[in-house]
């Protein structure tokens, strides 16, 4: 693993299915996040976590949920989908607070 | 509330300069700036943490307007390989949350 790598890279849902976008990364950074990504909105804060343990909610939070459990992983679950949650969803991690953004390739998730 | 870039899009000829504006209601803590192409995850270009400094990139910098809640990004000659989506990354001031401007999308044609 080299940066920050999310899978899977796409997927297709049944509406009301359980999904977990998986974010992974290897630079040891204190802070990720979730943005999900829709044509015309640009990048919007789903969730973020400062440190190993916590956890915050964004601007758009309603229908994810996230853990933190230690300082490499910080996965995005679904409990249950909606077409509404079409998207490309990207996870970035930052090594502190006011240093730059490092993102994953991107999961183009659609929900049917 | 997110940052509000200006302007939403912009076309240029090779050769021809831009400005994006980033503008916040809200006092920022630092501003960065990411260049997102086409099917690709934003790419960082520059950081600026101090009011009225400017930082430089090849033929792009930007400037950080504290008082005016306000950072600019200036392309100048532009190169096709300019074209994607600006956005700029920030913290307001007492939180935690890092996000991004409402972007803008920058097309270079030949």
């Known amino acids: 693993i080299a940066g920050i790598t999310q899978a899977p890279t796409s997927q297709i849902l049944a509406a009301g299915r359980r999904m977990t976008l998986r974010c992974t990364q290897d630079m040891r950074h204190n802070a990720m996040y979730w943005y999900r990504q829709d044509l015309g909105l640009g990048l919007r804060l789903i969730h973020y976590?400062?440190?190993?343990?916590?956890?915050g909610k964004g601007e758009v939070p309603d229908g994810y949920s996230v853990s933190r459990a230690n300082t490499d992983d910080f996965p995005l679950t679904l409990a249950s989908a909606v077409p509404s949650q079409t998207s490309v969803y990207f996870c970035?991690?930052?090594?502190?607070?006011?240093?730059?953004?490092?993102f994953g390739q991107g999961t183009r998730l659609t929900v049917v | 509330q997110q940052p509000v870039q200006s302007p939403q899009a912009v076309i240029l000829r090779e050769g021809e300069d831009a400005v994006i504006n980033c503008s916040s209601s809200k006092a920022l803590y630092s501003v960065h700036w990411y260049r997102q192409k086409h099917g690709e995850a934003p790419v960082f270009l520059m950081i600026l943490l101090k009011g009225g400094e400017q930082k430089g990139h090849e033929k792009i910098s930007a400037s950080f307007n504290e008082k005016k809640q306000q950072s600019s990004l200036y392309l100048t000659a532009s190169q096709l390989s300019y074209s994607g989506t600006y956005f700029c990354?920030?913290?307001?001031?007492?939180?935690?949350?890092?996000?991004f401007g409402t972007g803008t999308r920058l097309k270079v044609l030949a």
């Open positions: 970035a991690s930052k090594r502190h607070l006011s240093t730059e953004a490092f």
């Open positions: 976590s400062n440190t190993a343990g916590t956890t």
């Open positions: 990354g920030t913290r307001y001031s007492g939180t935690y949350k890092y996000i």
